[in-house]
């Protein structure tokens, strides 16, 4: 290893770090999905029910990003009474049954029925609780999936934590769409006085984005590394990067612009269509592990935006460290699962570009730290369990995590 050079770490690393000091609230992780559709736009159940799925299964918060919408208005959903749509009439059954008939409104005869769905301030008195001390809770945070494409090529963005639908723009590029799109959401916190941010969806989807397209938009700071959904290519092909390919580019070439560009941070999600057993975008294959001071909103979203958290499709730390002298982090033991740590970056030596996405350490075991030898534009973890996901996105696929990117001060 590399002598360990003087360094300093910028603000966002050191508020990424570490416990919080007495005066400061104490930090608790949070499981959550920023990415998910209901009945209001594509996906094929009603929005309590997906609500009350990620509540029951472990996850402290969720946005359900309807294409385009905001759940807050009044929309009848006809009921699929011939069996030919997406609301069929023993999914309404099954409603009624789960959360009370006066939970259920329905209109129209027998045969013509149609069902309201619940609005966002609705589903969050039905499912949003509070934590008990530490532990448990749930919310959900307001957003939606900023939908819009140019030349055919789709281009997605999730806005977090945003009130109100935000316009799908068109523009004469991709970069430009990008940049104008993620910039209406920062303007739109601005104006409510509330963090917030978008994040890049599945750029391969359509091959919508290519990696020097993400490189080369200043406002991008989140994209999916990981994405559950089957049509989204995240392993790329012969002529497409991976996605962790397509970070590793990006973050070499944004570190090296005249003025860097932000670090680029990766976010994973199920983009859940299907609750009723089509394995295309079902739920549970990825998310986002978020340190917090606490389960609210705007801390949520505040963390994201600092960068403290870590994506995972199945892999838990039980702490992750950047200080100034380095890299650290524990992996959560899982039964008899063994692990992997992969520190990857990109060195610059004399001017000069290493090679891009580097491996630049990998320790077998539960454990590890990587001292910061100075030349890195920016290192990165990423963590493969022994263990097979257990609904995967490609066959044989493992449980992983992925750290975020840090950069030496010294650069
Ligand atoms: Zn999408
Ligand atoms: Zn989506």
Known sequence: MRPLAALTLSPLLLAACGPATPDEAPLRWLKGNTHTHTLWSDGDAAPEQVASWYADNGYQFLVLSDHNIYQDHERWFPVAEDGVGRLKPSEVDELI?????????????AGSREMRLRTLSELKAQVDRAPEGDEGGFLLLPGEEVTSSFEGRPVHINAVNTDGVLPALQRSSIVELMSDTLRSIEEAGAAAGRPVFGHLNHPNFGWGVTWEEVAAVKEDRFFEVYNGHRSTRNQGDSEHPSM?????????????ADTPFPLLYGVATDDAHHYF??????TGRGWVMVRAEALDRDLVTAAMNRGDFYASSGVTLEDLEVTADGYR???????????????IGTRQVDGALGPIGEELMVVDGPEAEYRFGGDELYVRAQVTSSRLHPQPYLKGDREMAWTQPATPGSR
Do not use: Q
């Open 97 to 109: 049954t789960r959360f009370g008939a006066d939970k259920v409104e329905l209109r129209g005869d």
């Open 277 to 282: 057993g089509n394995l295309t975008s079902p």
């Open 244 to 256: 962790e390919a397509l970070w590793d580019n990006a973050l070499a070439r944004r570190l090296t």
């Open 329 to 343: 982090l524990r992996v959560k033991e899982d039964g008899d699962a063994s692990f992997r740590i992969r520190f």
